[in-house]
């Protein structure tokens, strides 16, 4: 099985803040990545697919990068609805996510 | 747009079977580039991909390998929805259940139901 290693575990961040969240994955993905964004009581969301694009509706703030073995997602500047978990998933091989990443407030 | 509407019981004694059902609007369980997905979330495991059916001609399913023995999900095209059966469920298998449609043309997973929490107690 290919595994997913998020980090930080948990970040804290303000508004405004630039923010990066890295995804490492044990065996060769490619660019078959995907970042979603959960809220408490709340299916996961799809914000990014294929390691960089961005779902449609999600706000531009929201971007992803990578390919590989190395993956980051970035939000340019935090507002008051992204303090959630985030987690990447890989879809190379079956498919498997990352441990998430809570972000919460400074 | 697509809508996923989950159903089934909340409470499953070990040793037993649960058995969850997804009914599908605004889009065809039979479609040839989506796929149909369950997937488990519990605090100690996380997020946790089961398996899916699919359509491509003829109907496929793949099982994650630590459910394989023990996993059936099935299509119904008469009534345009899915289904999850786990045999022989342990505490261990208490969690939120998600069916999730999994869009083709490299999307993953796009559209999800609202999640049923399955207790495995006695």
């Known amino acids: 099985d290919i595994q997913m290693t998020q980090s930080p575990s948990t970040l804290s961040a303000s508004v405004g803040d630039r923010v990066t969240i890295t995804c490492r994955a044990s065996q060769y993905i490619s660019g078959w990545l995907a970042w979603y964004q959960q809220k408490p009581g709340k299916a996961p969301k799809l914000l990014i697919y294929?390691?960089?694009t961005l779902e449609s509706g999600v706000p531009s703030r929201f971007s992803g990068s990578g390919s590989g073995t190395e993956f980051t997602l970035t939000i340019s500047s935090l507002q008051p609805d992204d303090f959630a978990t985030y987690y990447c998933q890989q879809y190379n091989s079956y498919r498997t996510f990352g441990q998430g990443t809570k972000v919460e407030f400074k | 747009q697509v809508q996923l509407q989950q159903s089934g019981p909340g409470l499953v004694k070990p040793s037993q079977t649960l058995s969850l059902t997804c009914a599908i609007s605004?889009?065809?369980?039979?479609?040839?580039?989506?796929?149909w997905t369950w997937i488990r979330q519990s605090p100690s495991r996380g997020l946790e991909w089961l398996g899916k059916t699919y359509y491509r001609s003829k109907w496929y399913n793949d099982y994650a390998l630590f459910v394989k023995s023990r996993i059936t999900i099935n299509p119904d095209t008469s009534k345009n929805q899915f289904s999850l059966q786990l045999n022989s469920v342990t505490p261990e298998d208490t969690a939120v259940y998600y069916c999730?449609?999994?869009?083709?043309?490299?999307?993953?997973?796009?559209?999800w139901g609202q999640g049923t929490l399955v207790t495995i107690s006695s």
């Open positions: 999730v449609r999994e869009g083709g043309a490299a999307r993953p997973f796009d559209y």
């Open positions: 605004g889009d065809s369980v039979s479609s040839n580039t989506a796929a």
């Open positions: 294929k390691a960089s």
